[in-house]
């Protein structure tokens, strides 16, 4: 990946919707070879997707509850079961296996707290397993980014 490149994914995040024409034009190419780099991105997986971000709050998904989860298992069985599972609830938006003192991090977002507590008892109970879940709500966002620092 040369500079070009870093320069088409910096340009990228910050507006998708950039044409091809004008992505070419501030990274100094012609439409055809800038369109080949971004095909190349893509077909490599560097770049994943192209999506809108959405204001969570207007669409009435104001809560952002961050869960702690230890288990008590680790085979392979439940990890897929595990992963299947939180993968299916359209409330979790990440999911991170841990290292550390909690074995997984979830992000959930929900319209309010009664949304929510429905939430973690389809989790308990579809998951099982779990020997500790720890919520914490975020009180405010002060800053949330898809934007990777590329250089």
Same mark, same amino acid.
């Given at each position: 990946?040369?500079?070009? @490149?870093?320069? %088409?994914?910096?340009?990228?995040? *910050? ?6 024409? $004008? #992505?070419?034009?501030? !990274? ?14 893509? @077909?490599?997986? %560097?770049?994943?997707?192209?999506? *809108? ?6 669409? $009435? #998904?104001?809560?952002? !509850? ?15 079961h ?5 993968s299916?609830f ?7 296996r ?34 500790d ?19």
């Amino acid at each position: 990946m040369d500079n070009t @490149d870093k320069r %088409i994914l910096n340009l990228l995040q *910050a507006d998708s919707t950039l044409s091809m024409s $004008e #992505l070419a034009a501030q !990274v100094n190419l012609s439409t055809t070879p800038c369109w080949k780099r971004v095909k190349r991105l893509e @077909d490599e997986g %560097i770049i994943k997707a192209r999506v *809108a971000l959405v204001d969570s709050a207007k669409v $009435e #998904l104001g809560v952002s !509850v961050f869960v702690h989860i230890k288990t008590q298992r680790h085979d392979s069985e439940w990890l897929d079961h595990f992963a299947a599972t939180v993968s299916s609830f359209d409330e979790v938006v990440e999911c991170y296996r841990m290292a550390g003192e909690w074995d997984y991090l979830l992000r959930i977002v929900a319209k309010d707290i009664e949304s929510f507590d429905r939430f973690y008892k389809k989790l308990v109970n579809q998951v099982g397993g779990l020997s500790d879940v720890t919520s914490s709500f975020a009180m405010e966002e002060i800053k949330s980014t898809t934007r990777l620092p590329i250089r």
